[in-house]
């Protein structure tokens, strides 16, 4: 089992940049694929980005292609979420998420196939 928490949410305004990071407790880091999701009020969670056990997978969803950078660092149990170019429409609660499933190289963009989530982190981009 994995324990995660989120970080570095915050207020901003169109155009700028932010990076969120995710923390993961245990040795066993290196295990689980990982992935970004959002949610904004009113709508489902929806895939951002995600990233393989490798770090040489990532998947990234239409709306944040070109903007958002998906990372991981083993030695420090982190997995971040560099986004640039923020739109108000990417205002939402981040949430981190890891998968036990797939192989090495894999990473995974429905929200099913994560079996550990964090408990989010709040984004707002003002106009």
């Known amino acids: 089992q994995v324990q995660l928490v989120e970080s570095g949410g915050g207020l901003v305004q169109a155009g700028d940049s932010l990076r969120l990071s995710c923390t993961a407790s245990g040795r066993t880091f290196s295990r689980y694929a990982m992935g970004w999701f959002r949610q904004a009020p009113g709508k489902e969670r929806e895939f951002v980005a995600s990233?393989?056990?490798?770090?040489?997978?990532?998947v990234y969803a239409d709306s944040v292609k070109g903007r958002f950078t998906i990372s991981r660092d083993g030695a420090k149990n982190t997995v971040d979420l560099q986004m640039n170019s923020l739109k108000p429409e990417d205002t939402a609660d981040y949430y981190c998420?890891?998968?036990?499933?797939?192989?090495?190289?894999?990473?995974?963009?429905?929200?099913?196939?994560?079996?550990?989530w964090g408990q989010g982190i709040q984004v707002t981009v003002s106009s």
């Open positions: 998420a890891a998968s036990s499933g797939g192989g090495y190289y894999t990473s995974f963009s429905h929200k099913e196939e994560y079996m550990f």
């Open positions: 990233i393989s056990r490798s770090a040489t997978g990532t």
